[in-house]
């Protein structure tokens, strides 16, 4: 991860990284469907026909750890892409998507837009490049659990989602999102208490500290000097 903070509202999501032209193409090839909190859009294992643009809402994507516990990897919002990885390699889902709250997605036929591929380039570079940025975030994830134990994939955890949801705070930076410990626990594949123990030792710290149910990091850098944060791009920093 990076030294420097990433403003999440100064990054463009994919499908606005195309042109205005682009994107009125993809739309008018998929299919604009409504989908209820906590719908399964797709389960791990298994082959997957559509890829989806979020247009709103939020669809959360997770595996299974060996001990059959949920370990959650991205959370996408507007304008994100899901189920790209079954792209260009016919690979059956490598994840589970949810639906975390009522959304509004396009559902494109791998198809269809295999198609359009062949005879857009800026599409099919898009998604290549896509397909690697979301590569390489899944990585550092399992990097940082696998280097720096449950400790340190709990600060990875809490920087990546102050870089998608911090807000200027008094005390420092506020997750503008309300996050419980087991919510945060299925961030690192752990369980409620072993993270509700590591916040209250980051509270003891003066790290962090909670208000109104909302988590309020007020030395970002202590986090960071744990994880030597000086090698993954901003862009891959976050919780998407």
């Known amino acids: 991860m990076s030294n420097r903070l990433f403003n999440y509202k100064n990054y463009t999501p994919f499908f606005k990284q195309l042109s205005k032209e682009n994107q009125n193409l993809l739309i008018s090839l998929g299919e604009e469907i409504i989908v209820p909190s906590g719908k399964t859009l797709f389960y791990e294992g298994e082959a997957v026909k559509e890829i989806y643009i979020v247009k709103h809402g939020q669809v959360q994507l997770s595996k299974k750890t060996m001990e059959n516990k949920k370990f959650v990897l991205h959370i996408k919002r507007e304008n994100d892409i899901v189920g790209e990885f079954s792209l260009f390699n016919d690979m059956r889902a490598s994840m589970t998507g949810e639906v975390l709250s009522d959304s509004t997605l396009i559902r494109l036929n791998l198809d269809v837009l295999e198609g359009v591929f062949i005879q857009n380039g800026e599409i099919a570079t898009a998604f290549i490049k896509l397909f690697a940025r979301n590569t390489q975030s899944t990585q550092a994830k399992f990097s940082d659990l696998l280097l720096y134990g449950k400790t340190g994939a709990f600060y990875s ?33 752990s369980s409620r208490e072993t993270v509700n123990r590591m916040f209250n030792e980051l509270k003891k710290e003066g790290v962090a500290e909670l208000e109104q149910g909302y988590i309020i990091i007020k030395k970002l850098e202590e986090l960071k000097k744990h994880l030597h944060c000086d090698k993954c791009p901003l862009e891959i920093c976050t919780i998407s």
């Open 157 to 189: 955890v809490l920087i990546r989602f102050v870089h998608s949801y911090g807000v200027e705070h008094p005390n420092g930076i506020k997750i503008d999102k309300k996050l419980t410990n087991q919510d945060l626990a299925y961030f690192i594949g």
